[in-house]
């Protein structure tokens, strides 16, 4: 069974920075795709990031390009999510996702990911 835990979410102000995690277990996913999601108040689940195991290639939204950044670590089956010079509209629920087999690109519909975590709260204050 796929497993994915994320961890890391908090209170911080505008401005700061956070580190999100997220822990996948119950396979390999040397071949997969990796991703964050995030889910604000009364908006629809929106993409933020992945990054591709096979080559490490990565792509963001262009809300959080130049802020964020995703990165793997493949012998924790770990994904993280640093987030830099946070804003007020970066608060939501982040979520992190699995696309258990690569296609050859990253794909930002969330409906191509087959495993999702339950969530981190991200609150952000001015």
């Known amino acids: 069974q796929v497993l994915l835990v994320e961890s890391g979410g908090g209170l911080v102000q505008a401005g700061d920075s956070l580190r999100l995690s997220c822990v996948a277990s119950?396979?390999?996913?040397?071949?997969?795709?990796l991703g964050w999601f995030r889910q604000a108040p009364g908006k629809e689940r929106e993409f933020v990031a992945a990054?591709?195991?096979?080559?490490?290639?990565?792509d963001y939204s262009d809300s959080v390009k130049g802020r964020f950044t995703i990165s793997r670590d493949a012998a924790k089956n770990t994904v993280y999510l640093q987030m830099n010079s946070l804003k007020l509209e970066d608060a939501a629920v982040y979520y992190c996702?699995?696309?258990?087999?690569?296609?050859?690109?990253?794909?930002?519909?969330?409906?191509?990911?087959?495993?999702w975590g339950p969530g981190t709260q991200v609150t952000v204050s001015s």
């Open positions: 996702a699995v696309q258990l087999k690569d296609y050859g690109a990253i794909n930002t519909r969330e409906n191509r990911y087959e495993v």
């Open positions: 119950g396979r390999s996913f040397n071949r997969s795709i």
């Open positions: 990054i591709r195991s096979i080559d490490g290639t990565t």
